[in-house]
């Protein structure tokens, strides 16, 4: 094997090679865009939310 072979992504569907760029899937990540944060923002705020309640509950049936 050559280190070119792991260079290329076949797409089967399209019957050609593409270059491979690494780290593609991580860069989607870095910079996301203000929608995505605000939808990570209100993910994290119902699932705190969650969570509290659910210790709340907790707390209230241990003491009874």
């Keep these: 094997?050559?280190?070119n072979?792991?260079?290329k992504l076949v797409s089967e569907a399209a019957g050609h090679s593409l270059p491979?760029?690494?780290g593609t899937f991580v860069e989607e990540y870095q910079h996301p865009t203000t929608?995505?944060?605000r939808i990570v923002g209100q993910r994290?705020?119902?699932a705190e939310a969650k969570?509290?309640?659910q210790q709340r509950k907790?707390?209230?049936k241990?003491?009874?």
């Design 35 to 37: 929608h995505q944060m």
């Design 58 to 60: 907790a707390r209230e």
């Design 51 to 53: 969570l509290e309640r």
């Design 1 to 3: 094997m050559s280190e």
């Design 44 to 46: 994290r705020t119902e």
């Design 62 to 64: 241990f003491h009874e």
């Design 20 to 22: 491979r760029e690494k």
């Design 5 to 7: 072979d792991d260079q």
